[in-house]
């Protein structure tokens, strides 16, 4: 039996569970240094067992993954070190920041453990073990960042476990990860905070802002509602790197600021012909590198029941709906419902059927 210990089982820790849970040759036991969320995990059978005990959760472990916040990795890492390990026992992380994990891990003797440290480009705006899902990983870019030192057969084992995650692997420098996922994902929650608080603060003195707050903020906002205790240790530990992107932020702002100032229409439609250019050579029907979700829009229109029905609809026909949305400018006029799916063919049949039932979708 491999024996998988999961330090943190909340939203990315209880998705690798499930993804593990059940299957052949595998056990997987959940840590946590509260009582409550022992029982929680068991409660939820996201886990084989669970224990307030790390040295119970990792002594006979063949695979660790520490799924704590970023400010915890050093902190457990150094607990690790402290407890005699199998031999062999790979050590793996899913912390947003690369650099500082593997730098405390090569500064420490972990015996005959290896660590590699991990980065599943997939998540949400939610946390805790009630937000994790069996699909998170499913076509995700799953980075690991092995150093010189690590023995290529322990990446190819980590690799081989990982395969029941449905993730694509790819390995990158952890310096180079840091930089890259400043710019695509710290940043763009810094900007999304800024954003939706200099929002709030002209919506305090009048509530038309958030009222008429339609498809494009909520669209670039959706990451603001994201755990604060999270986000605070991963910028932080970028600290050096994001303070080069703001630095970069600034110039683009400052760029349009004088485009405006001059009138420079050209300059202003450049700008949006490059960037949407950018966006979309993204890989299609992926948010970024980050989840793969199949989504469509429904004109929706504003009588009672509609969103039931279509649910219903796609129930009937046994079409898999992950999530739907409303987004509406107004109360008492037709809205837009987004309906998202996990599988390309659910997005195709329920195109099918909303076509039959009259409705009209768009992309
Ligand atoms: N949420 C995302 O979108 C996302 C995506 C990729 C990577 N990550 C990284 O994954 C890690 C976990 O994020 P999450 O979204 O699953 O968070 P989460 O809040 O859902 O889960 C965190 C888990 O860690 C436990 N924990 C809290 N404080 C701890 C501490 N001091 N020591 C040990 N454990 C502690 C919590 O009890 C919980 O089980 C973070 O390092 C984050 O940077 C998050
Ligand atoms: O989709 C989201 O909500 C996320 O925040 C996921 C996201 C990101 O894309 O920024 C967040 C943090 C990670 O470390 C990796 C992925």
Sequence with gaps: MVKIAIFGVGLMGGSLALCFKGKPDLYVVGHSTRESS?????????????????????????????????????????????????????????????????????????????????????????????????????????????NGTTP???????????????????????????????????????IAVALTNQVRRYNDNNELYSQLAAGGFRDITRIASSDPSMWRDILVDNRDVLLRLIEDWNEGIEEFARMLKAGDLEGIGEAFRTSGEFRNSLPERRKGVIHAIYECYVDVPDTPG?????????????????NMQIIESREDVPGILRLSFRKQDDLDQAVIALGELQYSVHF
Excluded: W
Excluded at 104 to 123: K, T
Excluded at 134 to 144: C, H, M, S
């Design 306 to 322: 509609v969103i039931g029905r279509i649910a219903t609809e796609l129930g009937n026909r046994h079409i898999n709906l992950s």
């Design 38 to 146: 022992v029982r929680k995990y068991l409660e939820r059978g996201v886990v084989d067992s669970a224990t307030t005990s790390l040295r119970e959760a990792a002594e006979d472990a063949d695979f660790i993954f520490l799924c704590g916040p970023v400010g915890s990795l050093e902190s457990t890492l150094k607990q690790l070190a402290e407890v005699k390990l199998k031999p062999g026992c790979i050590i793996t992380d899913v912390g947003s920041t690369k650099s500082s994990v593997n730098a405390c891990a090569r500064s420490l003797d972990l015996g005959e453990a290896i660590f590699i440290g991990g980065h599943p480009m997939a998540g949400s705006e939610r946390s805790g073990v009630e937000a994790a899902s069996l699909y998170l990983y499913e076509n995700a870019f799953y980075v690991l960042t092995p």
């Design 152 to 190: 290529p057969e322990a990446v190819e084992k980590l690799k081989e476990l990982l395969v029941h995650t449905k993730a694509n692997i790819v390995i990158v420098d952890p310096d180079e990860h840091d930089d890259i996922v400043g710019a695509i994902s710290h940043l763009p929650h810094m």
